[in-house]
C-alpha cells in the first residue's frame, strides 16, 4: 500500500511563505503524475497544482488559476519527494493540504479532478492568519 506522508504545514502571516513536501514510501513515484489539493472544512477537494513524470527532458505542470504566479510546484525523484513552494499566501488559501499520485497517462496531461488519482495522504493544516 502507497503510503504519501505531507510535511511543512503550519501557520503563517498573510504575506509569507511555505514549503510542502509530500514523500512516498513503499512506491516509486517517479513515473506517476503527482498533485496537490486543497481541501477546506465542509468542501470539497479542489485542485492546487499537478506535475507530470518527466518525458525526456520535459515536464509538464498545471497550476489553478487562484495559485497561479504564487505557487510552484517540483519533484525530486531521487528523494521520492513533490513539493509545493507557497508564496504571498492569502487567508483565503487556509486549508488542509493533500498530495495525491497516479500512473501517468500516454497524454501528458495533469489531471485535474480528485477521482483520477489512485493514492492519497493524510494531509497538512496551512493556515494563513494575522
Known amino acids: 500500500q502507497v503510503q504519501l506522508v505531507e510535511s511543512g504545514g503550519g501557520l503563517v502571516q498573510p504575506g509569507g511563505s511555505l514549503t510542502l513536501s509530500c514523500t512516498a514510501s513503499?512506491?516509486?513515484?517517479?513515473?506517476?503524475?503527482m498533485a496537490w489539493f486543497q481541501q477546506e472544512p465542509g468542501k470539497e477537494k479542489w485542485f492546487v497544482a499537478g506535475i507530470t513524470r518527466q518525458y525526456g527532458i520535459n515536464l509538464y505542470a498545471e497550476i489553478a488559476d487562484s495559485a497561479k504566479g504564487r505557487f510552484t510546484i517540483s519533484r525530486d525523484n531521487a528523494r521520492n519527494t513533490v513539493s509545493l513552494q507557497m508564496n504571498s499566501l492569502k487567508p483565503e488559501d487556509t486549508a488542509v493540504y493533500f498530495c495525491?499520485?497516479?500512473?501517468?497517462?500516454?497524454?501528458?496531461?495533469?489531471?485535474?479532478?480528485?477521482?483520477?488519482?489512485?493514492?492519497w495522504g493524510q494531509g497538512t493544516q496551512v493556515t494563513v492568519s494575522s
Open positions: 495525491a499520485g497516479a500512473p501517468s497517462n500516454s497524454d501528458r496531461r495533469v489531471p485535474f479532478l480528485r477521482d483520477e488519482y489512485m493514492y
Open positions: 513503499d512506491r516509486t513515484i517517479g513515473d506517476d503524475t
